[in-house]
């Protein structure tokens, strides 16, 4: 069976470092850049009249973090889990989380 294993990461060197060792490490993902809400519309918010799209916004805000998607074997994931770990110090050196899911419907080639 697939995993899907999810790695969130602050931005920064020490998180370009990280996904480098991982990837050398024999792991290939897709990466996302992303924002929180909180930190997405926190004074960003249009005001109350004005025509507000999406892609104005998007232009505007620099990605805050990087999430990876990793799509696995199920006996892969703990050694995944512990490559991330060691590269990011257990999120001490790169603020961050991860998390699997699993993939109940697959079809392709990774």
Known sequence: MKR????????GSAAIRALENIRSSGYNGTLLGG????HALEGKLPEEHSFF???HWEAE???ESTVSMFVI???KVEELKKTIREHTENFQSVKGAMFTLPLEDYEGAF
Do not use: T
């Open 61 to 63: 805000n620099k990605d």
């Open 73 to 75: 074997d199920s006996d």
């Open 4 to 11: 899907i294993l999810f790695l969130i990461l602050e931005n």
């Open 53 to 55: 799209h999406l892609a």
């Open 35 to 38: 924002s929180s809400l909180r």
